[in-house]
């Protein structure tokens, strides 16, 4: 069986744009894992850095109950330390959290 010139071309045409939507679709998959990717990573930062400010906080109650209990002020330690943190570590987490509420 014998191809005329414009089967041909027309093979080659169709070949040619079968590559170029199959390079478009691979690019749009990449790109939308890569995000996909990014916002999972993002909630793991917004859980983890949720984890820490409650560890903060519990350290906090432990040192306020230690005083309270002995009313000896080296039981503030772990509360003022924690104290320095809990405003920075809510503050990340609130960035964490709007860039997750933007996407």
């Not at 014998?2 to 071309?9: E, F, V």
């Not at 949720?50 to 005083?67: A, F, H, I, P, V």
């Given at each position: 069986?014998?191809?005329?010139?414009?089967?041909?071309?027309?093979?080659?045409?169709?070949?040619?744009?079968?590559?170029?939507?199959?390079?478009?679709?691979t690019?749009?998959n990449t790109v939308?894992?890569?995000?996909?990717?990014?916002l999972?990573?993002?909630?793991y930062?917004?859980?983890?850095?949720?984890?820490?400010?409650l560890?903060?906080?519990?350290?906090?109650e432990?040192g306020?109950?230690?005083?309270?209990?002995?009313k000896?002020s080296?039981?503030?330690e772990?509360?003022n330390?924690?104290?320095?943190?809990v405003?920075?570590?809510?503050?990340?987490l609130?960035?964490?959290?709007?860039?997750?509420?933007s996407?």
């Amino acid at each position: 069986m014998k191809l005329g010139n414009r089967s041909i071309y027309f093979l080659l045409i169709f070949s040619i744009i079968s590559v170029l939507a199959s390079a478009v679709i691979t690019h749009y998959n990449t790109v939308e894992k890569r995000r996909s990717t990014e916002l999972v990573m993002r909630r793991y930062q917004a859980i983890a850095a949720s984890e820490y400010l409650l560890s903060l906080m519990k350290d906090m109650e432990t040192g306020q109950r230690g005083y309270v209990v002995t009313k000896d002020s080296e039981f503030l330690e772990p509360y003022n330390k924690a104290k320095d943190l809990v405003d920075e570590q809510i503050d990340s987490l609130k960035n964490y959290l709007v860039v997750i509420q933007s996407n």
